[in-house]
């Protein structure tokens, strides 16, 4: 770009009379074509005043001409005195203006969501600001251009730009930094937004920082426990431990989900002294016992994954500090760098390589109250949650959660015998409204239609679980009327919603108008028990089993069940499991009883029993097996005798398995031949079929493959067995060939994979090019290449043009190549071969025929 532009030249004249045959002229308008069409404004300049005489036209100053796309033309009118005119040494000259010159990011550059980076850039831009803006599609023929940043000062160069997580990702971003008072921009390479490498939950578990004597000296029994509490497979190749001690993990090692690893000072005395085999190390330096220490993990790409920095007095715990337990996280769910979640063992030495001592299997924790929709409107910040433990005993419910309704993981909180706990969505507002204690819960609302909570413990199990809902047969006064649901009392099954009830207990009024009924922190409601049950099926093939469960109301503390035909056929488990071996069909009773009162429930030919089946015999169909890059297929279960499951495995197929009958819509997004696996069964077995190469999935990208030779009439006195056509990949990324073909010669590629940079030949004899050239060569499936010339093209298989040479045996195309030995060869893989100008004949000498006829060519 340029300003301050300035125009000269010199004209001479000879014949004629006029002086104004000739005209300096500018158009803001003109767009090709008939000029007459368009507005043109004369420019005077100074002309010649006699014939034969050069003359300068003056300093000519174009800064008076502000639109852009401006054309200048000299206009020449012709008098009835023919006048020569000539115009020569024209300049255009100005002062260049500076362009934004951005360098970062770079081409290639990868930068992450959640991270900070600095756009730079240099010019010499007299303006005070520029904008910055980006585009995620920058290789599309229109970018779209977003708004990332206004008015940066110029003058900076530079700009950080923090990204956000929810940023989207692709690899084909663009920076353009444009100048508000000029029409300048620039541009900086295509690089890559990705989400940061997934850092895995590897947990700092448990610490032995300082052995006690009677084990032995800290350099040889000291320990760190890793635990991997990802759902994922986790390898520790290239990880590392820092802070007080240094160890990187040089070898793979796959930690599995749930599994532990102890990283050891001395690994040979630890795995002595504790029975264990996998104790890596040994570290370098000491953890410190006398002062606070620090631990760090960092995967292969450095990323934090955990850290603990411990202390060695309280609010720490202060038993694993020489005295014999180590230190133990209570759950691996729990913030390791709260000292309150941390506990010395209940084992001497500590339980390296194995679950925490400290952490045990919890059980008779129950929901017991909900209120999941207050009264009136603006009020669900006192939505709450009762649990009571109704063990004899007190339970540590550190790391416990709840898995549905709402996110909320129980600090290292101890609830006594008979005692109750809340949890509350606003701790603010439920203590202002009820005066109570509570812990807050971390996320999620309770639904006022239908929610589901569960409660599991560090170990998985779950603890409870409640189904509830707004509708009948749940109570419906609890749905927004006032009062929260309540269980009837701790020993029932509460996921029965006769088991609850809506609070009769008034506790305050809000507004001056919405009653609140709810008892957080009180007591429970008995009533008679009524039996009820379910099974797991009722209709089953001999030798199966099937699960019964009590769904009795009333809390009965007594079951007994009867099951004519079953192995047991009698049962006083709340929930038995009974296997039926003869075909038929069985009724089932529950009676059920406490010291509220008595029932029974009987089922008649509640369990049907079926003669076991043939084993399944496994097939399957496609509606398409051969289709291109982003097609669906659709499949079809032919498999024999009644199979009951299935499981499908799609090689790159999107998603790559199902267990669906009949799997609908499989995507293929690369291309290939692939394998296609279905295992059908039923309860009498199992069968697999494997379609190997099955689905046939063809590229259809105009990769950049140009033709670059062409063999068309060899000098052969009979059928021309050494006409070819060269091609070459010019890309940077093999090409999988399968469906691409030629017109103007018959041949469609069978599976090959071309490599970039390679070239490869299709001939109308393959065995003839062997021989002759001693290249290996794919052969035409039909037709010729005319003598005389013709239209070769190239396509992709969903008939995209890829290239195409139309070539000829008459100049301006090199007659030699016409039966005299030469083939034609593209002068420069850079060069347009659809001109006759880029061929040449080939000069490469190959072989002397049978006729004594000399080939040139370099195939």
């Not at 009379?17 to 007459?36: N, Q």
């Not at 610490?207 to 320990?223: C, K, L, T, V």
């Not at 919890?362 to 017991?368: A, H, K, L, R, W």
């Not at 049950?533 to 469960?549: D, G, L, P, R």
Request: net charge negative.
């Amino acid at each position: 770009y340029y300003e301050n532009n300035k125009l000269c030249f010199y004209t001479q004249w000879k014949y004629g009379s006029s002086m104004d045959e000739l005209s300096l002229k500018y158009s803001a308008d003109y767009s090709g074509g008939d000029p007459t069409s368009s507005t043109w404004t004369e420019i005077p300049f100074t002309k010649p005043s006699t014939s034969e005489i050069w003359q300068f036209s003056d300093t000519i100053n174009l800064t008076a001409i502000t639109n852009s796309d401006v054309h200048l033309a000299f206009h020449y009118l012709s008098s009835g005195a023919p006048r020569r005119w000539n115009v020569d040494e024209i300049q255009i000259l100005g002062n260049e203006i500076q362009e934004i010159d951005v360098l970062t990011p770079e081409t290639g550059d990868e930068w992450l969501t959640g991270y900070a980076y600095d756009i730079t850039w240099t010019s010499g831009l007299s303006t005070d600001v520029v904008d910055i803006l980006y585009s995620l599609d920058a290789s599309a023929p229109s970018p779209v251009w977003i708004i990332l940043a206004e008015d940066v000062p110029a003058e900076n160069g530079a700009y950080t730009w923090n990204i956000p997580e929810d940023q989207p990702i692709s690899t084909d971003y663009q920076i353009k930094i444009e100048d508000q008072d000029n029409p300048i921009t620039g541009y900086s390479g295509v690089f890559t937004v990705a989400n940061p490498p997934y850092t895995p939950a590897i947990v700092i578990n448990e610490i032995m920082y300082n052995p006690p004597e009677s084990i032995g000296a800290d350099e040889y029994f000291e320990f760190i426990e890793l635990y991997n509490n990802d759902p994922e497979t986790v390898n520790l190749l290239g990880f590392t431990l820092s802070g007080n001690i240094q160890y990187t993990f040089t070898s793979e090692i796959l930690l599995q989900p749930g599994e532990y690893l102890v990283i050891a000072s001395d690994p040979d005395s630890v795995s002595q002294y504790y029975g264990i085999t996998a104790v890596e190390g040994p570290y370098t330096g000491l953890l410190l016992n006398t002062s606070d220490g620090m631990i760090e993990l960092h995967n292969s790409d450095g990323l934090l994954v955990d850290e603990v920095d411990y202390g060695v007095t309280a609010p720490w715990p202060e038993t694993p500090n020489g005295t014999g337990p180590s230190m133990e996280l209570l759950a691996p769910s729990l913030d390791n760098t709260n000292p309150d979640n941390w506990e010395g063992s209940y084992t001497l030495g500590g339980t390296p390589g194995e679950i925490n001592s400290i952490i045990t299997e919890v059980e008779g924790i129950v929901i017991s109250e909900i209120f999941y929709n207050p009264p009136g409107e603006n009020h669900e910040n006192i939505e709450f949650i009762e649990v009571y433990n109704s063990n004899a005993e007190a339970v540590n419910l550190g790391g416990c959660h709840f898995t549905k309704g709402i996110d909320f993981i129980f600090p290292a909180v101890t609830l006594g015998s008979g005692n109750y706990l809340v949890i509350t969505k606003d701790l603010n507002t439920f203590i202002s409204v009820f005066g109570l204690p509570a812990y807050e819960w971390q996320g999620g609302d309770l639904s006022n239609s239908a929610d589901t909570l569960e409660i599991q413990d560090i170990l998985g199990n779950i603890i409870d679980y409640v189904p509830y809902s707004s509708e009948q047969p749940w109570d419906t006064l609890a749905a927004g009327h006032g009062p929260s649901l309540e269980l009837l009392a701790p020993n029932i099954n509460n996921e029965i919603p006769e088991n609850w009830f809506a609070s009769e207990t008034f506790n305050t009024v809000l507004n001056s108008a919405d009653t609140v009924w709810c008892s957080p922190y009180d007591g429970f409601l008995n009533d008679p028990p009524v039996a009820a049950f379910e099974a797991s099926q009722t209709t089953i093939y001999a030798s199966q089993a099937v699960t019964f469960t009590s769904t009795s109301t009333g809390y009965p503390d007594f079951f007994a069940w009867s099951f004519p035909g079953g192995s047991p056929d009698t049962s006083n488990e709340e929930v038995p499991h009974i296997t039926y071996h003869i075909p038929g069909t069985y009724d089932v009773s529950l009676y059920v009883s406490s010291i509220f009162g008595e029932d029974t429930e009987e089922k008649t030919d509640f369990i049907t029993v079926l003669p076991l089946p043939d084993p399944p015999i496994a097939d399957f169909e496609a509606d398409n097996t051969e289709i291109f890059v982003g097609e669906t297929v659709n499949f079809t279960d032919l498999s024999q005798n009644n199979p009951t499951a299935w499981e499908w495995y799609f090689m790159n197929g999107s998603p790559e398995s199902s267990t669906v009958q009949n799997p609908q819509n499989i995507l293929y997004e690369q291309p290939g031949k692939f394998e296609v696996v279905l295992q059908a069964r039923n309860v009498a077995g199992e069968d697999v079929m494997v379609k190997d190469k099955y689905i046939t999935v063809l590229d259809t990208t105009a990769y950049n493959m140009i033709i670059t030779e062409i063999m068309y009439n060899p000098p052969e006195t009979d059928t021309d067995s050494l006409e070819f056509i060269e091609i070459y990949n010019a890309g940077n990324e093999p090409v999988k060939l399968e469906g691409y073909y030629f017109y103007g010669i018959d041949f469609t590629f069978p599976e090959f994979e071309f490599l970039p940079g390679d070239f490869l030949i299709v001939a109308s004899d393959a065995e003839a090019m062997m021989n002759t050239f001693g290249v290996n060569a794919f052969a035409f499936d039909g037709g010729f290449l005319d003598n005389n010339g013709e239209l070769i093209e190239f396509y992709t298989p969903n008939g995209t043009l890829i290239d195409q040479v139309e070539y000829d045996d008459m100049e301006p195309w090199p007659e030699q190549a016409d039966g005299n030995g030469p083939s034609l060869v593209l002068c420069d893989l850079q060069l347009d071969n659809s001109l006759p100008e880029s061929w040449s004949a080939s000069v490469d000498f190959a072989a002397v025929n049978s006729n004594n006829d000399t080939i040139w060519a370099s195939p």
